[in-house]
């Protein structure tokens, strides 16, 4: 069961052909928060994660409404909230402001995303049930790729200027952040994470039962 390319010097390949990875460590760059009716999101010193969410962001809560578009539910359904966070790597938004050759380079909170963290690789390409302990106790659990959307390549397109005075197509974010724009996912352990704080990414590791 093939979980994830790339970073092979982490990796260690079961009997089975699993993926077993060592933990990734990095830092905190960045964090923010957003309140309803707005992308943007302002820039903050911590973050207070509960079970439902981040408190005081836009997407706090056990449950949220089904969107028409991308969820396999019709549209409005009330359902699980797996996205109560944001993360990105900032690595990936440093590439993509040089790929569209920004005046002013990408932060998280430009691209609507609450945390921003250096030194994991490949990280909008970890799987599903990977965990990130921060050094302080919270741990958040990966739920999904978060892709980059219309509407947020718009807002980038409309907010942002070129180094060479060129305009920003509608689409253009979204080609230059394919396969980086990041991860979403659940609370498991709540509490207050930091800028500068340490980070360990862990992939989800299979039971034995399962590997043998």
Same mark, same amino acid.
């Given at each position: 069961?093939?979980? &994830?390319?790339?970073?092979?010097?982490?990796?260690?390949?079961?009997?089975?052909?699993?993926? +077993?990875? *060592?933990?990734?460590?990095?830092?905190?760059?960045? @964090?923010?928060?957003? =309140?309803?009716?707005?992308?943007?999101?302002?820039?903050?010193?911590?973050?207070?994660?509960?079970? =439902?969410?981040?408190?005081?962001?836009? %997407?706090?809560?056990?449950? &949220?409404?089904?969107?028409?578009?991308?969820?396999?539910?019709?549209?409005?359904?009330?359902?699980?909230?797996? &996205?109560?966070? /944001?993360?990105?790597?900032?690595?990936?938004? =440093?590439?993509?402001?040089?790929? @569209?050759?920004?005046?002013?380079?990408?932060?998280?909170?430009?691209?609507?995303?609450?945390?921003?963290?250096?030194?994991?690789?490949?990280? /909008?390409?970890?799987?599903?049930?990977?965990?990130?302990?921060? *050094?302080?106790?919270?741990?958040?659990?990966?739920?999904?790729?978060?892709?980059?959307?219309?509407?947020?390549? &718009?807002?980038?397109?409309?907010?942002?200027?070129?180094? %060479?005075?060129?305009?920003?197509?509608?689409?253009?974010?979204? *080609?230059? /952040?394919?396969?980086?724009?990041? +991860?979403?996912?659940?609370?498991?352990?709540?509490?207050?994470?930091?800028?500068?704080?340490?980070?360990?990414?862990?992939?989800?590791?299979?039971?034995?039962?399962?590997?043998?």
């Amino acid at each position: 069961m093939l979980f &994830r390319s790339g970073s092979c010097q982490n990796v260690a390949v079961s009997l089975s052909g699993a993926l +077993l990875m *060592e933990p990734l460590h990095g830092t905190v760059a960045s @964090l923010f928060l957003g =309140d309803t009716g707005t992308l943007n999101k302002a820039a903050q010193d911590s973050l207070e994660f509960a079970f =439902d969410g981040i408190v005081g962001d836009r %997407h706090r809560g056990l449950t &949220r409404k089904a969107w028409e578009q991308t969820d396999k539910q019709p549209g409005g359904t009330e359902r699980r909230n797996e &996205r109560q966070w /944001s993360a990105v790597a900032q690595e990936d938004l =440093d590439q993509a402001s040089q790929v @569209l050759s920004l005046a002013h380079p990408l932060s998280a909170g430009d691209v609507a995303v609450n945390l921003s963290l250096l030194g994991i690789p490949d990280f /909008s390409r970890l799987p599903r049930g990977t965990t990130l302990t921060f *050094e302080k106790g919270v741990v958040l659990m990966v739920e999904e790729y978060n892709p980059p959307c219309s509407r947020m390549a &718009r807002y980038i397109s409309e907010g942002h200027e070129t180094t %060479h005075g060129g305009v920003l197509g509608e689409t253009d974010f979204i *080609e230059a /952040s394919k396969f980086s724009r990041g +991860l979403v996912g659940v609370v498991e352990v709540p509490g207050v994470v930091s800028v500068g704080e340490g980070v360990s990414a862990t992939p989800e590791v299979l039971p034995k039962w399962l590997r043998n």
